[in-house]
């Protein structure tokens, strides 16, 4: 058999691998001298380490072969060669999931594992615990037991090891084997403290009496193992977490004290674990901070690593913490190993002065095409949190990102430049061309469909505003002939922008227009026809509604309207304005990359909102002749944060009512309510007309009770409200124990705070893309003007947001922030009033002692006008 | 990169493995089910994690999404992976532990021949270091005594001379094909 090997490698040349050319067929074929007596233990060892090598190699065994296999090799336990044996338990467990009938070993197994032989026992009880499942653990749970509290370690610590395995598939049984690992837990050996420790932690995880309990005993019998130490920080620092624990709390004196320790790696993880806890002061990272420091002038490379990716960390949110380690991280820069470099400059980056910004773009520049895509995504990061730290550096830094984005580069990547450069557009005016044109070049080859189609609609936004928008139009076309559907799709939309806004190039566009209406792609002729037939109007009312400002409806919205108004056929055509809105316009909003991933989780909920609301309160009957629910505020809190009950009210716009939604909860667990409800006393001519109560309030479990206004029809002017709110429900005192309440209640009242209804909550946001256009289309019929002094306010940053707040709408061409050292600016504000009016607000703000205001507003409908007005005065 | 609290845990390492200087797997183990499931996946990762290290001898790295460290030695590469919130320093450990070890085991010989005839040693000395995951033992000491494995003083005893002769006529007969 030898030889043939020989044989092979010689062939192959590479001269050096005996396992080369191995075929699973020829190495089974061998296997049979398994069953030779007497066993020649070297040949049958060097056929299993060839077994197990193919299925590291991921050779497939088919269940048969290797059940067969399996069966031969249990023949080998009569030999006493150790390694034999041990390769054995190996195979034993490679092939657990491949054959059939594994369990045959059991007796072989537990005859090891409680045999004299302290070598096979570890070992054996490994490879034991693989092959075991539920049932059969319940027949070995004694010698488990045994084995945990062995004196020898490496018996004791597999036993453990195996439990920890096993908890997943029988925590039951495992449970019962506590007391054994407590008494495991004041081993000597240290590795088997640290296996102990993680059985426990996993055992008590779900109940934070008992693991602080643990956690007090270890730290205070102090541990030996800098794994266990590790380990008992993480749980401390969890803990911590959980409990909302103060940084006065013994955890947090232990975890700090954990910054003295003799190894580098508890000190490390002691470090990590305060950077990374939320809402940590400046004092208490410190001590933190330095040691991180220390670390970044050792010889070891992961320590250093280590350091300046945690550093990096604290950076983002303290930059002023890290810049006594400065100096430190100067001296990495030049690090052979790039990661560190990287991190060490994108670090400096976050606390370094604007002067010295050049000369980290430069050195890093010389490196980025060694370092991988993770970190080419946390030097565009640093470079966008830079851009808006300085936004006089933009030259430079648009200068390096047009060159990263040249570079190969996977889809993450790329997408993070795309997003910095966008975002420096939007900050800075002056750098818009530059900017665009970089863009330009990049989706002149550009594989990635949904960047090109970003990247096109941004053109289209921005493009027909430059100086020269002629020379986009080419990159344009290009698109759509050359790439595919949806890219040619977003293509033609961004034409049909450029022949909107400038009448020079209108011509040309309808010429390339009717080109794209002989396009193979559906969608994209429909396009383009449409967009024909629009821009030939030469209309500018006609070009604002339909190219540049595009649908404002909710989607999911649209699609129930749709599907509704098909289900019960009328006369009447459909009404877009039955349609609720869109909640969050999503573009336009800062495109802040946000560095923490959880902070994009509420922003894809919010669309929703809405819609969820629209479907609960569409599933109460009182409630069904509405029409369509038109705006949902934020909630308003009518209780202090620590009593009996908490309410929190959301206000629910339709067209001619408002239904207010008390979301209650009882905080009091000896009490049941019911017939819960929300008395309103308006201060206004708005009539309640309807109650819907909450059937039951258990303890601490939320309900929700419905009050139905009627809007005054004869003034329609009359948008704001104060309601006094009383809520009535009756008493069941009940056992706090079990829940069980008494057969008779009594009435009671609880007395909430006033709620407002103010003009915002008649206004839904909408977002016009082109507020120009949009203030053209309305026209000035029902324009009105009035000026303003706000005495109060002193800055025009105040002012502008004061006004958004106190009008609900959006603010349009990002008017909502104000350059800084101008004594003037202007903002645009855009939303729908309740009934489907657009109003527009323009105002113009200047400063002086005071800020004077002249707000313009137009409507398409004269009471809004009025409304707005007066409800600013 | 970012890092939610790390939920306390025994499971350190994700994977373990030993790549000859072409990149060809000479032995890895996975230990999380749920990263590179498929036999295609671990050797694409294998790939790319090799084409990014072999060139500098930097130790550390952080590749689609993992923390990996490296060593090498001759013609042999030895990597271990953990998530990115692992301590780096722990990974370290387990990759010192693995070199030290395997040093000693093949009496400081550490290349792709004479690991290949140690292979079962091998196999045996990362099963006592890591287990499912799980950092069994860091003391390379420890790992040679309870692997209790001698490597061959000389790998030609068990060829018999009727081999050898074998071997050297296949080579003649070789170089007169040529």
């Known amino acids: 058999m030898i030889k043939k090997f020989d044989k092979k490698d010689e062939e192959s040349g590479s001269g050096s691998n005996p396992f080369q050319h191995l075929e699973k067929s020829a190495v089974l074929q061998e296997a049979r001298i398994f069953n030779e007596t007497p066993i020649n233990p070297r040949r049958c060892l060097h056929i299993l380490t060839k077994i197990i090598y193919l299925l590291n190699q991921g050779e497939h065994f088919g269940t048969t072969e290797a059940t067969e296999a399996f069966f031969a090799m249990t023949r080998l336990f009569q030999s006493n060669d150790q390694t034999l044996r041990r390769m054995c338990y190996l195979t034993i467990k490679e092939m657990a999931n491949i054959s059939e009938d594994v369990i045959i070993v059991t007796s072989s197994l537990t005859k090891d594992m409680t045999g004299k032989e302290d070598v096979y026992r570890g070992p054996a009880i490994r490879a034991l615990c693989r092959i075991t499942d539920t049932t059969m653990l319940q027949a070995i749970e004694r010698y488990m037991k045994q084995a945990i509290v062995d004196k020898v370690p490496s018996v004791s610590s597999s036993a453990l090891v195996s439990s920890l395995h096993m908890v997943k598939m029988s925590f039951d049984v495992v449970k019962r084997w506590v007391n054994e690992a407590q008494e495991a837990a004041s081993s000597d050996n240290i590795m088997v403290q640290y296996h102990a420790l993680g059985l426990l932690y996993h055992l008590r995880k779900n109940d934070r009496l008992a693991v602080t309990k643990m956690l007090n005993k270890f730290t205070k019998s102090g541990l030996k193992s800098p794994f266990a130490y590790c380990m008992m920080i993480r749980i401390a620092s969890k803990l911590l977490e959980e409990t909302e624990g103060g940084h006065d709390s013994p955890l947090f004196d232990f975890i700090e004290s954990c910054l003295r320790n003799k190894h580098e790696m508890v000190v490390y993880e002691a470090a990590s674990a305060i950077v990374h806890m939320p809402n940590c002061t400046a004092r208490e990272l410190a001590p933190a901070v330095s040691v991180l420091q220390l670390f970044c002038s050792s010889p070891k490379a992961a320590l250093r690593y280590a350091a300046v990716r945690t550093l990096n960390k604290v950076a983002m949110k303290h930059p002023s913490a890290v810049t006594a380690c400065n100096l430190d991280l100067e001296n990495l820069i030049t690090d052979s190993n790039r990661s560190i470099a990287t991190l060490a400059i994108t670090t400096l980056l976050k606390t370094g002065s604007e002067s010295s910004v050049d000369r980290l773009m430069k050195q890093i520049s010389s490196f980025v095409s060694e370092i991988s895509d993770e970190f080419k995504v946390v030097v565009v990061q640093a470079i966008s949190a830079l851009c808006q730290k300085y936004p006089r550096k933009h030259s430079v830094m648009m200068n390096f990102l047009s060159n990263m984005l040249r570079d190969d580069g996977g889809f993450e990547y790329k997408r993070a430049i795309v997003d910095c450069i966008i975002s420096i557009i939007e900050e800075n005016p002056e750098s818009k061309e530059t900017g665009l044109a970089h863009l330009c070049e990049f989706i002149e080859d550009c594989e990635h469909t949904v960047l090109a189609t970003k990247i096109l609609h941004l053109l289209g936004k921005e493009g027909p505003r430059t100086p020269t928008p002629s020379k986009y139009i080419r990159f344009i076309f290009n698109r759509v002939v050359l790439e595919s559907e949806a890219v040619r799709a977003a293509a033609v939309s961004a034409l049909a922008k450029f022949g909107a806004q400038n009448d020079d190039l209108l011509p040309s566009v309808l010429v390339l227009m009717k080109r794209c209406m002989m396009d193979s792609d559906d969608e994209v002729r429909d396009r383009a026809t449409f967009y024909m037939n629009v821009l030939q109007q030469k209309q500018k009312a006609l070009n604002a509604a339909y190219i540049f400002n595009g649908l404002s409806v909710s989607v999911p919205g649209l699609e129930k309207s749709l599907h509704q108004y098909t289900l019960e056929p009328s006369e009447k055509p459909f009404d877009m304005k039955t349609v609720p809105l869109a909640t969050a316009p999503i573009t336009e909003q800062k495109t802040e990359i946000a560095p923490v991933a959880t902070s994009k989780l509420p922003e894809k909920l919010a669309p929703c909102r809405q819609d969820i609301y629209q479907e609960q309160l569409a599933a109460i009957p009182e409630f069904q002749a509405l029409g369509p629910l038109f705006k949902s505020s934020e909630p308003v809190q009518l209780t202090e944060a620590e009593t009996e009950y908490v309410v929190r009210c959301i206000k629910h716009a339709f067209t001619n009512h408002m239904i207010f939604q008390f979301d209650c909860t009882n905080t009091l667990n000896d009490q049941l309510l019911q017939r819960v409800l929300v008395q309103m006393e308006p201060s206004e001519a708005y009539e309640v007309l309807n109650y819907v109560p909450a059937p039951s309030l258990p303890y601490s479990q939320p309900g929700s009770c419905y009050s139905l206004v009627r809007l005054p029809e004869d003034d329609p002017t009359a948008v704001s409200c104060t309601f006094s709110c009383t809520m009535k429900y009756l008493v069941r005192d009940c056992d706090p124990n079990t829940g069980e309440p008494d057969d008779d209640g009594y009435d009671d009242e609880y007395v909430l705070e006033d709620l407002e209804v103010t003009v915002a909550d008649h206004i839904q946001k909408v977002l016009k893309p082109n507020f120009g256009a949009a203030w053209d289309e309305i026209g000035d019929d029902n324009e009105k003007e009035e000026t303003f002094a706000l005495a109060t306010v002193r800055t025009l940053d105040e002012a502008v947001n004061n006004i958004i707040s106190f009008l609900g709408m959006q603010p349009c061409e990002r008017s909502d922030k104000v350059p800084e050292n101008k004594n003037s600016h202007v903002l645009f504000l855009a939303g729908v009033f309740r009934g489907g009016h657009d109003v527009l607000v323009r105002a113009r703000l200047a400063l002086a002692d005071g800020v004077t205001m002249q707000v313009t507003v137009r409507s398409t409908d004269e009471n809004v006008v009025d409304v707005i007005l007066a409800s600013v005065g | ?178």
């Open chain 2, 1 to 178: 990169m970012d890092s939610a609290a790390v939920e306390p845990s025994l499971y350190t390492v994700k994977a373990v493995f030993i790549l000859d200087n072409d990149g060809n797997r000479l032995l890895s183990k996975y230990y999380d089910p749920e990263l590179y499931p498929s036999m295609k996946e671990q050797k694409n990762f294998e790939t790319n994690i090799f084409n990014k290290t072999h060139k500098a001898d930097n130790e550390i790295s952080f590749l689609e999404g993992m923390t990996i460290v490296y060593k090498s030695s001759i013609d042999l590469f030895f990597y271990v992976v953990g998530s990115a919130q692992e301590n780096e320093l722990m990974l370290m450990a387990v990759l010192n532990c693995l070199f030290e070890s395997l040093s000693q085991m093949l009496r400081k010989n550490v290349e792709k021949r004479t690991l290949l005839d140690n292979m079962d040693g091998v196999f045996l000395v990362v099963d006592e270091i890591i287990d499912g995951g799980v950092i069994l033992e860091s003391d390379p000491q420890q790992v040679i005594e309870k692997v209790n494995y001698r490597a061959d003083d000389n790998p030609l005893s068990e060829q018999s001379v009727a081999q050898v002769l074998q071997s050297a006529k296949e080579q003649i007969k070789w170089s007169i094909l040529k």
